[in-house]
Every structure is written in structure tokens, then in C-alpha cells.
């Protein structure tokens, strides 16, 4: 079965710094990869996904991820950080043959960016 | 606002007693998702929906627990004789037609806590 691991519980970074979330997977084969943004009483937004083709994806509000399927990775990037970009992030895989239909989540990581 | 919808927001209920949940997802999506999410954890799958057909359920999901999507639009999800273990953050998503590569929209949520 598909699982993801969010390996730091907590970012913090100063605004204008370039920050990363970390992602690593685990599947039998091919993954579809997300990453969702969850802010206070609100539900998760969905950022971006890796699908197939260029390892480099662009999302929303200036994010964008690394595909590496030699380190299993998928990590959240942005250039320069907002103190708005302070919020849980989830990234989320499934498996493009599993033939199920379930996503599976990590634990999230909370990134707080200090003015 | 045409996203993912959910009521209640917040239900507090005493042990033993039933609560139902509703979800509207987005009208044109066929597939409907229910998730579990405690605090400090990634949402947990629990079942799944293609039109009204319920085709995956989670082991998490006991005999508890149930869901319909009667007409295949709005979902409900039940919970009998609830148990304090049972509070958390309960999220509805949906996703178009097509593969399992689309994203899910997630709804706010509804926050059960049983006391």
C-alpha cells in the first residue's frame, strides 16, 4: 500500500526566504503526488500535483515541487516566503496502478513564516 | 459559492448517542470521498462513492459507521452509538469524471466531538 512521510513537523522561516517542505513516498508503482494547504476552520486547498512528464511542477500562489523518483521525494518549494504562506501542508500520494481509489496523507507540516 | 459543502460545522453529542453528517459536493463531480482527520494527524480515508454506488471502504470505517449517496448528489454519513473516540474532524471531498489522477476538492469539515 501507498504511504507518505512528512519528515519535519514544523518550518519556520523568515518572509523572504526561500523555503521547503519536505515529502518522501512509498509505492508499489507509478505515483500521482499532491500537495494540499489546510488554513485554520478552513478545508484543504489543493496547491499542485505531479501527474507525469516534466519533474518540475507549478501550482498555485507560487509554489512548485521536485519530482525525484530516484530519492522518492516530492518536495514543496518556494523562492521567497509569505507570512500568509503560514499554514499545515499535506502531501499526499496515490498509486497510479494500485487500483484503488484512496489517497494517502502524511501527517502534515506546519510552516510558520516570521515577518 | 459552488465548492464542496458540509453541515453541521461543529456537532457536540454525549456518548451512545447517533449523529449524521452532510455532504454537497460539487455538482458536476461524480466521486465523493469521506475522511477522518484527528488533530496532529493527515485526513484518514474511509469510503468512497462513484455516482451512488459506495465502491471502497476503509477497515477504519466499523460496523458503526455508514454511508449512502442516494441519488448521487449529497452524501450522508452516520455514525450509531458514538464513542469518544470518535471525535475528530470528519471531510467530505469530491472529484470529477476521469482517473484517479484529479485532484480532490475538500469541503470545511465537521468537527464532532462526543462527550
Known amino acids: 500500500a501507498q504511504s507518505v512521510a512528512q519528515p519535519e513537523d514544523q518550518v519556520n522561516v523568515a518572509e523572504g526566504n526561500p523555503l521547503t517542505v519536505k515529502c518522501t513516498y512509498s509505492?508499489?508503482?507509478?505515483?500521482?503526488l499532491f500537495w494540499y494547504v489546510q488554513y485554520p476552520n478552513r478545508g484543504l486547498q489543493f496547491l499542485l500535483k505531479?501527474?507525469?512528464?516534466?519533474?518540475l511542477v507549478k501550482g498555485s500562489y507560487g509554489f512548485e515541487a521536485e519530482f525525484n523518483k530516484s530519492q522518492t521525494s516530492f518536495h514543496l518549494k518556494k523562492p521567497s516566503a509569505l507570512v500568509s504562506d503560514s499554514a499545515l501542508y499535506f502531501c499526499a500520494v496515490r498509486d497510479m496502478w494500485g487500483g484503488n481509489n484512496d489517497m494517502r496523507f502524511g501527517a502534515g507540516t506546519r510552516l510558520t513564516v516570521k515577518p | 459559492d459552488t465548492g464542496v459543502s458540509q453541515d453541521p460545522r461543529h456537532k457536540i453529542t454525549k456518548r451512545g448517542q447517533n449523529v449524521t453528517f452532510r455532504c454537497d459536493p460539487i455538482?458536476?463531480?461524480?466521486?465523493l470521498y469521506w475522511y477522518r482527520q484527528t488533530l496532529g494527524q493527515g485526513p484518514e480515508f474511509l469510503t468512497y462513492f462513484q455516482n451512488e454506488a459506495q465502491l471502497e471502504k476503509s477497515r477504519l470505517l466499523s460496523d458503526r459507521f455508514s454511508a449512502e449517496r442516494p441519488k448521487g448528489s449529497f452524501s450522508t454519513l452516520e455514525i450509531q452509538r458514538t464513542e469518544q473516540g470518535d471525535s475528530a474532524m470528519y471531510l467530505c471531498?469530491?472529484?470529477?469524471?476521469?482517473?484517479?489522477?484529479?485532484?480532490?476538492?475538500f469541503g470545511p469539515g465537521t468537527r464532532l466531538t462526543v462527550t
Open positions: 455538482s458536476e463531480h461524480n466521486r
Open positions: 509505492v508499489s508503482g507509478n505515483p500521482y
Open positions: 471531498a469530491s472529484s470529477p469524471r476521469g482517473d484517479s489522477s484529479y485532484e480532490q476538492y
Open positions: 505531479y501527474i507525469t512528464g516534466d519533474n
